[in-house]
């Protein structure tokens, strides 16, 4: 059985075991477990804070019992003790650097500010602040405005990876400021000002997300998504997508809107063995042995061959009756009239969505995770394709493996939503077991291209494929 992710909880909001019970009652459901380390002691009559000693003598014991995988740390009650956690991920960040720290910047009124930041924010990965707190953090006064808030946080992104993210109580919107990125993110429910409570579940979630060894954006995706399901009675790993939050960039120039796009459908009828080519020949094959959605991607922009091996797709797709789509080179497919276009995530920046729609043409997008999904939804695409699951020599990928966990997760969240296709290293061996994680389609690129014999290798596959399907859908 594998071990459940560790948090190091440190600190407390006040000396009352509230902030135990929240963390216990997040973290049990999320499947993480929590250990604690107090900045409060109970002393008669009340509780008073914590000797540098005593914090001190905590982390000791804790360390010598497990590691981490992320440290949350947040209302530290006085300089002292920001100081003695300093010292502790330093350490703990040399020994260990794969650990998350993540400090929730909401500082009281004995800890200078600016000492808080400077001890804290060389071993930090994630700085969770109110925007209220932002005047006492970094000098901002004008908190709605984004590039005010980037000039005032670029000293500090100067010295450090750490990324802010930023919460709005009234809206309940969150707004990430990095060195490479900054995103908004919208709260998808209907409510009231945020109370502390519901802001420290939603932060205390995230860092359970993180555990789970989720990167940054996800994990904040996901801690978004598990606060508007809370607001509705329902907090916990995200299962509905009406609960995803809207993703906008803050670092680009606005683009055009893209809410009210359509494309067109898939027949789901031939939504099934999806294999992934990179010439005429190769495509040709697929059809004719069977195969009734493929892609064509042509790696090298510069082939001279490219328009007319993109107008040869089209007319195969035609001759076969089959869903052909060209990956990346959107205009010239709508130029030869193809029936879909594929993009990846860092197309969308660029690619004339509004152009696509208006042609009539099927368009699927690549994505890695549940903040690239909930990206991915607000221009409404055809299908979404998961990858990749495993690895993969087909191309460099910025990203891990997802694994058959995960795809069960994306799966399941986009059940009925939106048609679903897993790509990445999958072979006949794993068609099975990525069927029955609830896909609606398999993508294949060596399976067929390096088999020994490709076109019984194409039949076979269709046919192992199509029995799966079958006993899956029973």
Known sequence: MNQLPVIWQVGARQATACSRALSATVAEPLKCVVKHIDTYRQAKPSSVSCSFAQFDDQWQSL?????????????????????????????????????????????????????????????????????????????????????????????????????????????????????????????????????????????????????????TLDAITMGQTYLASDLEGCAGWPKHTQYLPS???????????????????????????????????????????????????????SVSTLDSQIKGAVALGKRYQAQVFINDYWQKAIEHGAFGIHLGQEDLAVADLSAISQAGLALGISTHGYFEIANAMKIH??????????????KDMPSQPQGLVRLGFYASLLK????????????????????????????????????DNPVQATRDLLSLYQTEKAAFDE
């Open 63 to 215: 360390l010598d019992q497990s590691m981490p995988d992320v440290i949350y740390l947040h209302s530290l009650p006085s300089n002292e003790l920001v100081v003695c956690c300093a010292k502790w991920l330093k350490q703990i960040k040399a020994l260990l650097p794969s650990v998350s720290v993540v400090l929730n910047a909401e500082v009281n009124s004995n800890v200078n500010c600016h000492r808080f930041l400077t001890e804290l924010i060389t071993s930090t990965d994630l700085i969770v602040a109110p925007k209220r707190q932002l005047d006492c953090l970094v000098g901002c006064l004008n908190t709605e405005s984004v590039t005010d808030i980037n000039t005032a946080l670029q000293s500090w992104l100067s010295v450090s990876e750490a990324s802010w993210l930023l919460s709005d109580e009234q809206s309940g919107a969150l707004c990430l400021i990095a060195n490479q990125e900054s995103c908004g993110f919208s709260l998808a429910a209907h409510h009231q000002k945020l109370s502390q409570t519901q802001q420290d579940a939603r932060t205390f979630s995230l860092a359970c997300f993180l555990a789970h060894g989720y990167d």
């Open 247 to 301: 993703i906008t960039s803050l670092s680009r120039v606005a683009s055009a809107d893209v809410s009210d796009l359509s494309f067109t459908a898939i027949d789901m009828q031939k939504f099934g063995l999806y294999p992934v080519v990179d010439s005429l020949a190769w495509l040709e094959l697929v059809l004719e042995n069977g195969a009734t959605t493929a892609q064509l991607r042509i790696k090298d922009p």
């Open 381 to 394: 695409p055809s299908y979404i394709a998961l990858g990749h699951i495993f690895p993969t020599q087909t």
């Open 416 to 451: 009925g939503v939106y048609p679903t296709v897993a790509i990445g290293g999958i072979n006949a061996e794993r068609v099975a077991p990525v069927l029955k994680t609830g896909v609606d389609s398999v993508a294949l690129v060596t399976a067929i291209t390096k088999a």
